[in-house]
């Protein structure tokens, strides 16, 4: 396996002068006229020309990546102008933080229901060598394991629990989005990829299910809501028989306990207004 490591340089600018030196020497050794002077003018030009090639610039948050004849040789991380191993190829590696939006994808939650889901991915490289070597194109790596991760973590969860057990997509996004920050490091560990933060960026129903569902979570938003209404109703019941007895208002036999009971709960539990009959006198 590939790790990065320091490859040998020099500052560029004493390089550069030291080309400089060589072909000055040549120009001189060939104004001799003479075998000698030809030669070792030849010998300098030549040295001049394979310095040279050695020379290269790295820009800030850029490594420069060298091989030499399909052998790595190092990196260069530090940003400037350098001279290093002649005839090498440098290819360059941005170390830049960058982000990644997945596409929509069509996955089906723990329970079958298909859902949409998108995600961003930031992440920077941190391994060079293993970025170029050890992967085919690193960028095309991470977007492929990114959209993997993404369908293997919503397949583990539902998209929302209407019982409120346990984890789900729409409730728990930032549990979720650790786990796929956690399995996305996992996976492009090899590439020397670094991820800093991966989030959810849509979560929605499929279109063919998203009426439906809809219509579940309405239903049992209202079956919530109807629960709490009773359990007030009962227990403001409760309340005012209990009241009237103890200040001895009226008599209540069960019959009328039972009466007063059935209008009380009507009353505080119908969805609409409740319509009193009042009884203001009798013939007998």
């Given at each position: 396996m590939f790790q990065e490591k320091k490859v040998f340089r020099v500052n560029g600018f004493v390089g550069l002068?030291?080309?400089?030196?060589?072909?000055?020497?040549?120009?001189?050794?060939?104004?001799?006229?003479?075998?000698?002077?030809?030669?070792?003018?030849?010998i300098l030009a030549v040295v001049a020309v394979l310095l040279s090639t050695g020379m290269t610039v790295v820009q800030p948050n850029q490594a420069m990546v060298l091989t030499f004849f399909g052998k790595y040789m190092g990196v260069i991380r530090d940003s400037g102008f350098y001279m290093t191993i002649p005839l090498?190829?440098?290819?360059?590696?941005?170390?830049?933080?960058?982000?990644?939006?997945?596409?929509?994808?069509?996955?089906?939650?723990?329970?079958?229901?298909?859902?949409?889901?998108?995600?961003v991915v930031v992440f920077s490289v941190v391994d060079?060598?293993?970025?170029?070597?050890?992967?085919?194109?690193?960028?095309?790596?991470?977007e492929i394991q990114s959209e993997t991760a993404l369908r293997h973590v919503a397949s583990k969860y539902a998209y929302d629990n209407l019982d409120g057990a346990g984890f789900s997509l729409r409730s728990n996004a930032e549990e979720i989005a650790m786990e796929l920050t956690n399995e996305l490091q996992a996976r492009l560990e090899i590439?020397?990829?670094n991820v800093r933060e991966s989030r959810l960026t849509h979560l929605a129903?499929?279109?063919?299910?998203?009426?439906?569902?809809?219509?579940?979570?309405?239903?049992s938003?209202?079956?919530?809501?109807?629960?709490?209404?009773?359990?007030?109703a009962v227990t403001m019941v409760q309340l005012a028989i209990e009241r009237l007895?103890?200040?001895?208002?009226?008599?209540?036999?069960?019959?009328?306990k039972a009466a007063m009971i059935n209008n009380l709960l009507v009353a505080v539990v119908s969805d609409r207004s409740a319509q009193p009959v009042i009884n203001t006198s009798t013939i007998y």
């Open positions: 002068l030291v080309v400089f030196v060589l072909i000055a020497a040549g120009v001189f050794a060939f104004s001799t006229g003479e075998t000698a002077g030809y030669i070792n003018g030849s090498s190829a440098q290819k360059k590696v941005s170390l830049r933080v960058r982000n990644f939006n997945s596409s929509m994808l069509k996955v089906n939650d723990v329970e079958g229901n298909p859902i949409e889901i998108e995600a060079s060598a293993k970025a170029l070597f050890e992967v085919d194109d690193y960028e095309s790596f991470v590439a020397g990829v129903y499929s279109t063919e299910i998203a009426s439906a569902m809809l219509q579940r979570q309405q239903a938003a209202i079956i919530s809501a109807r629960e709490k209404i009773v359990e007030g007895e103890k200040e001895g208002a009226v008599e209540l036999d069960e019959e009328r």
